[in-house]
């Protein structure tokens, strides 16, 4: 993606939490998007976060520092459907979507 | 609410044919919707972005006479594959923005296309 970066590939446990992190390029910003995508499926919305600070959704949270061009997706006692793709994407000027490469989590019983 | 449809869920077509695919929003009005490629385990990729009532904005490396695309109205956007060939088979998938939101984009389920 441009300027976004996250990591390509997480491994967790049944039952654990996991924290997927994402940093973009902080000129033009108009929010932070989460989307999972599960394999041969359309993406999903999971959050969005225009302003500091963690904003919770049941067992997903996602937080946004706009200083530091920085977000993450927590997710919390993790089921084995949660093994998918989440992608992190940047609203810019234009209010088009420029997305990250996702990243693909793997839960484990 | 927001929920955006796509027709058809997959198509198998032979190489030089032409396929359409429909987008629809069934509960809203999108003044834009965007048309995405994705390829096997690769992220998104923003083809184009359709206008309602205005010429589509493509991409850097798309080409718009192959990829042709028409926003007619407030909830419907075809994207035509001219002369298919099998390097176009794909996952093609559209969002849809209502006109009265933020930057949220609402996704329609997606089209398989497989040119033989």
């Known amino acids: 993606g441009q300027n976004i970066d996250q990591p390509t590939e997480m491994t967790a446990t049944e039952g654990a939490i996991v924290q997927i992190n994402c940093t973009y390029q902080?000129?033009?910003?108009?929010?932070l998007f989460w989307y999972q995508q599960h394999a041969g499926e359309a993406p999903t919305f999971l959050s969005y976060n225009v302003l500091d600070g963690l904003e919770e959704k049941g067992r997903f949270s996602s937080f946004l520092s706009r200083s530091k061009g920085y977000s993450y997706l927590l997710l919390k006692e993790l089921q084995m459907k949660d093994s998918a793709s989440y992608l992190c994407?940047?609203?810019?000027?234009?209010?088009?979507?420029?997305w990250g490469l996702g990243t693909s989590l793997a839960v484990n019983p | 609410g927001a929920v955006v449809s796509q027709h058809p869920s997959w198509v198998i077509c032979k190489s030089g044919t032409s396929v359409k695919i429909e987008c629809r929003s069934l509960d809203f009005q999108a003044t834009t919707m965007f048309w995405y490629r994705q390829f096997p385990k690769q992220s998104l990729m923003l083809m184009a972005t359709s206008n309602e009532g205005s010429k589509a904005t493509y991409e850097q490396g798309v080409e718009k006479d192959k990829f042709l695309i028409n926003h007619a109205s407030l909830t419907l956007s075809t994207l035509t594959v001219t002369s298919a060939h099998p390097e176009d088979s794909s996952f093609y998938i559209c969002?849809?923005?209502?006109?009265?939101?933020?930057?949220?984009?609402?996704f329609g389920p997606g089209t398989r296309l497989t040119v033989l």
């Open positions: 902080t000129s033009g910003f108009n929010g």
């Open positions: 994407a940047r609203a810019g000027n234009n209010r088009k979507l420029i």
């Open positions: 969002s849809a923005r209502d006109r009265d939101s933020t930057n949220e984009q609402f």
